[in-house]
């Protein structure tokens, strides 16, 4: 059956060998060619969207739009002209109509990720879109009818933000007309133990796993699912001294082996993982380009270019983030509860410092390495609720994480860089790009 669907399927890279996986993929096949809208539900690195894709591609509007978008990574006071589009003139730097995401799905198909994260307000107006009513663009005058059908994905328990009132239930209803449940990948050893042995063939045509190696993946619980277990077998690859036939549980360096604690922390896509293993090769190597090339298994031209376009990123992005040096790496310290969001759960935690670029928080549940989390706090004084996104980055036998924050909405940047300047200037700092 898993040879048959990814034969008719664009699967891309999701293996099904698990009698679990392949009841999905059948309920998936079958809903496919029906106009209802479907939920998927999973745990991060689970395969959702590519379980949305291939349900689209399997429809009858498989040749008209496929439009995503995760609703986690919209600022919130951009989400309803995201969705919904706006007028020339709604508001301050509208110097032009754009149809939302609704319209340009128009006859076609609409993922919906992270659904569990749209505020209140913007849940009322898109139960009223599914059910066909036409819509306003922000600021017009003349409604807008759109026939698209509607997927969503999510890592949370909506039925608990049901019961919470964090989110309508007559909404998730109306979502949830077929619910899909990916299993995780630590209920798959089968397709585990496929999925690992093709991505080392990647790298590595001539290695293989050792047999503690495959204990060790069977014995882990991979809360990352299949991108946690990506950057595992890329990390092991690129720290692997070459030649290298048998891969043990030591190279893997899974969390809490011995290995694991003197491991270089993964964090981010396989691009930002790339790019840690790369300048720890050249710091290794003290610098000797050829050799950490050699090390890497890349030609030096090729270390040449990459190391070339993280130069230009970083400038760009330094250019871009605004304050001074010491804003930059200014932290507060502090001792203040906050709630964590991670795996689909909100945990209660302690936050420790705070700076623009990330945080320490103390939280009694284990955190994962490169595990996608965010912080919730109030920034004092303006009475601002923040949800600041991130990955973990470190943690220590104290029960201590820190949280590396990706790109912040402007308005979160802005709020935080100015109270962390008024935090300096209490203590005497130099403030002189205080904004």
Same mark, same amino acid.
């Given at each position: 059956m898993a040879v048959m669907l990814q034969q008719s399927w664009n699967l891309g890279s999701l293996v099904a060998r698990s009698d679990s996986?392949?009841?999905?993929?059948?309920?998936?096949?079958?809903?496919?060619?029906?106009?209802?809208?479907?939920?998927?539900?999973?745990?991060?690195?689970?395969?959702?969207?590519?379980i949305a894709r291939a349900i689209h591609s399997h429809s009858l509007r498989?040749?008209?739009?496929?439009?995503?978008?995760?609703?986690?990574?919209?600022?919130?006071?951009?989400?309803?002209?995201?969705?919904?589009?706006?007028?020339k003139g709604a508001f301050s730097g509208a110097d032009a109509l754009k149809p939302g995401l609704f319209e340009l799905a128009d006859k076609g198909t609409l993922l919906l990720d992270e659904i569990g994260d749209l505020d209140l307000k913007i849940q009322v107006k898109l139960l009223r879109v599914l059910d066909r009513v036409p819509y306003y663009r922000l600021g017009g005058s003349k409604k807008v009818t759109v026939d698209v059908r509607v997927l969503a994905a999510t890592n949370q328990d909506l039925e608990e933000l049901v019961r919470a009132g964090r989110?309508?239930?007559?909404?998730?209803?109306?979502?949830?007309?077929?619910?899909?449940?990916?299993?995780?990948?630590?209920?798959?050893?089968?397709?585990?133990?496929?999925? *690992?042995?093709?991505? =080392?063939?990647?790298?590595?045509?001539?290695?293989r796993f %050792?047999?503690?190696? $495959?204990?060790?993946?069977?014995?882990?619980?991979?809360?990352?699912?299949?991108?946690?277990?990506?950057?595992s077998i890329f990390h092991a690859v690129m720290c692997a001294k070459s030649p290298h036939i048998e891969?043990?549980?030591?190279?893997?360096?899974?969390?809490?082996?011995?290995?694991?604690?003197?491991r270089l922390p993964l964090e981010g896509d396989l691009n930002q993982v790339e790019r840690q293993m790369i300048l720890h090769a050249i710091e290794k190597f003290n610098g000797n380009q050829g050799k950490a090339?050699?090390?890497?298994?890349?030609?030096?031209?090729?270390?040449?270019?990459?190391?070339?376009?993280?130069?230009?990123?970083?400038?760009?992005?330094?250019?871009?983030?605004?304050?001074?040096?010491?804003?930059?790496?200014?932290?507060?310290?502090?001792?203040?509860?906050?709630?964590?969001?991670? *795996?689909?759960?909100? =945990?209660?935690?302690?936050?420790?410092?705070?700076?623009? %670029?990330?945080?320490? $928080?103390?939280?009694?549940?284990?955190?994962?390495?490169?595990?996608?989390a965010s912080v919730h706090w109030t920034i004092p004084d303006t009475g601002s609720e923040a949800e600041l996104?991130?990955?973990?980055?470190?943690?220590?036998?104290?029960?201590?994480?820190?949280i590396q924050f990706g790109n912040l909405s402007p308005g979160v940047r802005s709020n935080l860089l100015r109270w962390l300047a008024s935090q300096m200037k209490k203590e005497g700092m130099d403030q002189d790009a205080a904004m």
């Amino acid at each position: 059956m898993a040879v048959m669907l990814q034969q008719s399927w664009n699967l891309g890279s999701l293996v099904a060998r698990s009698d679990s996986l392949k009841r999905v993929l059948r309920l998936a096949e079958q809903v496919s060619r029906h106009p209802a809208a479907v939920l998927i539900v999973g745990e991060t690195g689970t395969g959702k969207e590519m379980i949305a894709r291939a349900i689209h591609s399997h429809s009858l509007r498989c040749n008209n739009p496929w439009i995503d978008v995760n609703c986690a990574a919209i600022p919130e006071h951009l989400v309803e002209s995201e969705l919904f589009g706006y007028e020339k003139g709604a508001f301050s730097g509208a110097d032009a109509l754009k149809p939302g995401l609704f319209e340009l799905a128009d006859k076609g198909t609409l993922l919906l990720d992270e659904i569990g994260d749209l505020d209140l307000k913007i849940q009322v107006k898109l139960l009223r879109v599914l059910d066909r009513v036409p819509y306003y663009r922000l600021g017009g005058s003349k409604k807008v009818t759109v026939d698209v059908r509607v997927l969503a994905a999510t890592n949370q328990d909506l039925e608990e933000l049901v019961r919470a009132g964090r989110f309508r239930s007559d909404l998730y209803h109306r979502l949830a007309q077929f619910k899909l449940e990916i299993p995780p990948l630590r209920e798959r050893p089968d397709d585990l133990l496929c999925i *690992a042995e093709r991505l =080392l063939r990647e790298h590595r045509p001539e290695s293989r796993f %050792g047999n503690d190696a $495959v204990r060790a993946m069977l014995s882990y619980h991979w809360p990352g699912n299949v991108r946690e277990l990506q950057n595992s077998i890329f990390h092991a690859v690129m720290c692997a001294k070459s030649p290298h036939i048998e891969f043990t549980a030591a190279d893997l360096c899974l969390p809490d082996s011995p290995a694991a604690k003197e491991r270089l922390p993964l964090e981010g896509d396989l691009n930002q993982v790339e790019r840690q293993m790369i300048l720890h090769a050249i710091e290794k190597f003290n610098g000797n380009q050829g050799k950490a090339a050699q090390a890497l298994g890349i030609s030096r031209r090729t270390l040449l270019r990459k190391l070339k376009g993280y130069r230009e990123t970083d400038s760009e992005n330094e250019t871009a983030s605004g304050g001074s040096d010491q804003q930059r790496y200014y932290r507060s310290q502090m001792k203040v509860p906050v709630k964590i969001t991670y *795996a689909g759960e909100r =945990l209660d935690a302690t936050l420790l410092n705070l700076s623009i %670029g990330g945080a320490s $928080v103390a939280i009694e549940q284990p955190l994962s390495f490169g595990m996608p989390a965010s912080v919730h706090w109030t920034i004092p004084d303006t009475g601002s609720e923040a949800e600041l996104f991130g990955r973990v980055a470190w943690s220590n036998n104290q029960g201590q994480h820190g949280i590396q924050f990706g790109n912040l909405s402007p308005g979160v940047r802005s709020n935080l860089l100015r109270w962390l300047a008024s935090q300096m200037k209490k203590e005497g700092m130099d403030q002189d790009a205080a904004m």
